[in-house]
């Protein structure tokens, strides 16, 4: 099996890992690294727990090869202290167990960032990504639109 | 005054949930943890003829490759499940080899290289099929399995238990009355589907103590069962339980920790992980039961029910786990929330080759409540009453018995008159439930009624101790796993309301360890805030007792003079002559050294009382303590050429006792809304014709998105449970149970043909229509 070492800039730090060329980004961040913010729960791409943000885009982790995210800015759950939505999540009781939450912030925040004026039909196809089992994802939809909003407001 | 109570208190793991950083059971990673990878069957039903590790011994990184052997047998009620298959598999995903590696991808190569030879034999699909007459026994060996004494196997069948209810006289009951209808319902087998799939570490110490990290429910009968199967001292097995992704019912069953232990001890007691994949989680691990029901109901002319005969065919899948319990707790409520002189009942636990069964949010309620409940709207139909207004006249109220017989009063039944009344208002009743939008688009109403009550051991205790830190703030100890509900905030709550302290002094721990935290039952049956309720309730009078008892002694003053709030322990006519609770939780000690009492720990533990086994042959007996009552409704936007249909709102009154956090209780109503509806409209385990599992992933598994919910719309009564903290009942499990039948009225008004059978797909629905005989 061909392994290398690779360096991945994640939440701002550099690593140096050895990983394979069939690692999965996902695998890596959390059995390599031991950023196990990043949740697994289905390996596929259906469920989006393991949502990441690379260059500016939310990706699902377990869909992108770790190589391929070489040279690239990854940010993870951890890599978001207090920013607008993670408010919004716990204000609005927007989580239960939590499993998918971390999934849901780094999506919602790239939302936010990239559609700041988002309609609810933007919301939608940025969130049907995500499955949460817990709540009835009126929370969810209450503490996105009040990050919307807040953000609009912090950045006016 | 009210401190906290009702009010909606940060949930007390929001910061680490939203970072990150609360661990879940696959996040324990450690260099030296060996992987385990399963080897599982991919038949319904077949016989193990041969299986060749050879080539899979030769993979690099292999520690130990496991097969099955004759025992122990495991199981809940009945042992009747071998850890490994032996001998044959009853069910696809059925684990049959267990492989244990340096590496994960190791471990997965070598399973893929296990060579196992089957015969299959006759795959029995369904309980109807099961209990034929010429049915091929799952089980030959039933009637040798050790069993509990309160479960009645029925020897050379398929049938693992049945519950009778008997009550008043069925035949009284037909002469009585003036119509009768008989109605049969399908429910397939689906999936918890938490995001968190099950996983486990395991490790053997030296010492032969065993230490495990579960996404368990049940940490507590983990330790007690596997004290049983494999005969270790209970001492000596220390299982943790950290947050958990989601339960739902599905992590109460015992399950991969035991394939953990034996693995573990194959490789002489080093660190395994077995963290399952999606597709193990949905087929290898429990499910959720289906049902075949038949319900037979006579009413008077006037509305009034005269009589039901009911035969619930549970499937309990390969395996009986749960569904012994499940069936006894569908036999307990079988009516719903109505009162029915003459009943008579049949609930069976039935083996088939589908997977096996376990507790689900709800424990076999949604699943009896939409077979009643729709034929409570068919009998509505039949004599022409509106629906509600016929299940107002039939409620089961206080001064009535249940089906098993237990009279009930405003405490332990609630008012369910009330909810309907709200629900009505809510949902603008009296504007009819039928209006026609567009062309091809129509607005229908369906509703039901619900109950539930718990099914959970006679004997089930739940324990709380509170350790006081140096500045008077509380560290509270309770095993209560947090599965996602947020019980252990609710804790939290309660105890500053009862110490009249400020909660964010209150701290909880989350983790549970059942070598340091108190022992709760297990997390399921909506029983933590009864159960810990109390229990805490009891360790904060223990605590306060001995802060009063030191205090008295400074104060030179009785204990029964003081009383505490504010951190202060003060006298109750005289409020200035105080203490600070910071200066006597450690002990007081006076200026010249001397110090009396140290550390303050209260204990509270507190048991479900009065609970029996039910009487063999008449049901007679009582299951759990009180019913949470509540009335659900949906409106649903159908498209009558396509079949198609969006759910635009769901209502629920639920008769809750006493809301403690407005928030986690919405939280838990809601959450459970959207569950149900989704059940009931597309999740299923779709099955081919040799009972394969054609749909183990999310993808097609159908669980609804962001974007596919209702507006909720929910209500609150608040008749106290007097023994409840604060009055407060178990709502758990409310927001899901009547969901499923008050979507199938609502569809079956609005194709005007009625509907047996989930998952609602438009394909069902298109299917019903075109099967139905009157066109």
């Known amino acids: 099996m061909t392994s290398r070492i690779v360096t991945l800039s994640i939440n701002n730090d550099q690593y140096h890992v050895h990983v394979r060329n069939i690692d999965t980004l996902l695998f890596t961040i959390r059995e390599k690294i031991g950023l196990t913010g990043t949740k697994p729960g289905c390996l596929n791409g259906d469920c989006g727990a393991c949502t990441v943000n690379i260059n500016g885009?939310?990706?699902?982790?377990?869909?992108?090869?770790?190589?391929?995210?070489?040279?690239?800015?990854?940010?993870?759950?951890?890599?978001?202290?207090?920013?607008?939505?993670?408010?919004?999540?716990?204000?609005?009781?927007?989580?239960?167990?939590?499993?998918?939450?971390?999934?849901?912030?780094?999506?919602?925040?790239?939302?936010?960032?990239?559609?700041?004026?988002?309609?609810?039909?933007?919301?939608?196809?940025?969130?049907?990504?995500?499955?949460?089992?817990?709540?009835?994802?009126?929370?969810?939809?209450?503490?996105?639109?009040?990050?919307?909003?807040?953000?609009?407001?912090?950045?006016? | 005054m009210t401190w906290n109570i009702g009010k909606s208190i940060k949930r007390k793991d929001a910061i680490e949930k939203v970072h990150g950083t609360a661990k879940y059971t696959a996040d324990y990673i450690s260099p030296n943890m060996l992987h385990v990878k399963l080897v599982t069957s991919p038949h319904a039903h077949a016989r193990i003829i041969k299986i060749d590790i050879s080539e899979a011994e030769q993979v690099e990184g292999i520690q130990a490759i496991l097969l099955g052997e004759p025992f122990p047998l495991t199981g809940d009620e009945i042992q009747d499940r071998p850890i490994l298959a032996f001998g044959k598999v009853r069910y696809q995903g059925e684990p049959v080899a267990v492989v244990v590696a340096k590496e994960n991808y190791q471990a997965k190569q070598a399973a893929n290289l296990i060579k196992v030879t089957y015969e299959p034999l006759e795959v029995i699909h369904s309980p109807e099929e099961a209990i034929q007459s010429h049915a091929k026994l799952i089980h030959e060996k039933l009637a040798n399995y050790k069993k509990s004494d309160n479960v009645y196997p029925e020897p050379d069948s398929n049938i693992a238990n049945r519950v009778k209810i008997r009550k008043g006289d069925i035949k009284q009951g037909w002469t009585e009355s003036d119509i009768i209808i008989e109605e049969e319902f399908t429910i397939p087998p689906s999936d918890h589907l938490s995001i968190e799939t099950r996983t486990v570490t395991l490790e053997i110490k030296r010492s032969g103590e065993v230490h495990m990290t579960s996404s368990t429910q049940a940490p507590y009968r983990i330790k007690e069962k596997m004290s049983e199967y494999f005969n270790l001292e209970i001492g000596n097995i220390i299982v943790t339980a950290p947050f958990i992704g989601g339960g739902f019912g599905g992590k109460v069953a015992i399950h991969l920790e035991l394939i953990a232990y034996l693995a573990s001890k194959a490789v002489g007691g080093k660190p395994v992980k077995l963290h399952y994949t999606r597709e193990e989680d949905m087929m290898t691990a429990p499910g959720r039961i289906g049902l075949k029901a038949k319900?037979?109901?006579?009413?008077?002319?006037?509305?009034?029910?005269?009589?039901?005969?009911?035969?619930?065919?549970?499937?309990?899948?390969?395996?009986?786990?749960?569904?012994?319990?499940?069936?006894?707790?569908?036999?307990?409520?079988?009516?719903?929330?109505?009162?029915?002189?003459?009943?008579?009942?049949?609930?069976?636990?039935?083996?088939?080759?589908?997977?096996?069964?376990?507790?689900?949010?709800?424990?076999?309620?949604?699943?009896?409540?939409?077979?009643?409940?729709?034929?409570?709207?068919?009998l509505a139909a039949k004599l022409k009453i509106d629906p509600l207004s016929f299940r107002e006249k039939n409620i089961i109220l206080p001064g009535h018995t249940t089906p098993t017989q237990v009279p009930l009063n405003n405490s332990s039944i609630g008012n369910l008159p009330a909810c309907i009344k709200k629900l009505k208002e809510q949902m603008n009743w009296h504007e009819g439930t039928f209006k026609k939008i567009e062309n091809d688009i129509i607005r229908v109403k369906g509703i039901s009624c619900s109950w539930k009550t718990s099914t959970i051991g006679p004997d089930a205790s739940s324990g709380v101790s509170l350790l006081f830190n140096p500045d008077g703030s509380i560290n509270i100890l309770s095993g209560i796993v947090e599965i996602g509900m947020g019980a252990k905030t609710t804790l939290a709550q309660l105890l500053a309301e009862k110490m009249q302290m400020d909660v964010n002094k209150i701290y909880i721990q989350m983790e549970v360890n059942t070598q340091s935290t108190p022992e709760h039952y297990k997390t399921a049956a909506s029983r933590g805030t009864l159960m810990a309720g109390r229990a805490l309730l009891k360790a904060a009078d223990d605590a306060m007792n001995q802060l009063k008892t030191i205090a008295a002694q400074v104060l030179i003053c009785s204990p029964d003079d003081l009383e505490i709030a504010n951190e202060k322990i003060y006298l109750r006519d005289e409020p200035e002559t105080a203490i600070p609770v910071k200066e006597v939780c450690y002990g007081y000690k006076y200026p010249n050294g001397y110090t009396i009492g140290g550390q303050v720990i209260g204990r509270g533990t507190y048991s479900l009382r009065q609970l029996t086994n039910l009487d063999k042959e008449t049901g007679i007996g009582k299951t759990g303590p009180e019913y949470t009552v509540g009335a659900q409704g949906v409106e649903i936007e159908f498209n009558i050429k396509d079949f198609t249909y969006k759910i635009i709102n769901a209502y629920s009154v639920i008769d809750a006792g006493k809301i403690l956090n407005m928030k986690t209780a919405l939280g838990q109503i809601t959450g459970g809304m959207a569950m149900g509806l989704n059940y009931a409209s597309g999740e299923t385990l779709l099955f081919d014709d040799d009972g394969l599992i054609q749909n183990p992933r999310i993808r097609t598994y159908g669980s609804f998105r962001y974007g596919n919910h209702p507006n909720y719309i929910v209500d609150f009564l608040e008749t106290p449970h007097i023994d409840g903290p604060f009055g407060a009942r178990g709502i758990g499990e409310s927001g899901l149970i009547g969901m499923p039948a008050a979507l199938a009225n609502g569809l079956s008004l609005a194709i005007n043909v009625n509907l047996h059978q989930l998952p609602l797909t438009p394909e069902q629905i298109w299917k019903a229509v075109k099967n139905d005989d009157r066109l």
């Open chain 2, 295 to 378: 319900v037979k109901l006579g009413a008077r002319k006037d509305g009034t029910l005269t009589a039901a005969k009911i035969l619930y065919l549970f499937d309990s899948g390969a395996y009986a786990d749960k569904s012994t319990l499940l069936v006894k707790a569908a036999a307990a409520t079988c009516t719903g929330p109505y009162k029915i002189d003459h009943i008579s009942c049949d609930s069976l636990a039935i083996y088939t080759n589908r997977p096996y069964a376990t507790a689900y949010r709800g424990f076999s309620h949604s699943e009896i409540l939409f077979a009643f409940e729709r034929t409570m709207d068919i």
């Open chain 1, 57 to 156: 885009e939310a990706i699902k982790s377990c869909l992108m090869l770790t190589v391929e995210a070489e040279n690239k800015c990854i940010t993870t759950i951890e890599g978001l202290q207090d920013t607008t939505i993670q408010k919004a999540f716990i204000e609005k009781f927007a989580f239960q167990c939590g499993y998918c939450t971390p999934g849901f912030i780094m999506n919602g925040n790239d939302l936010i960032h990239n559609e700041p004026n988002a309609s609810d039909s933007m919301i939608k196809s940025y969130l049907e990504s995500n499955i949460c089992r817990c709540t009835g994802y009126q929370e969810i939809e209450e503490a996105v639109k009040e990050a919307l909003t807040n953000n609009n407001y912090d950045n006016r």
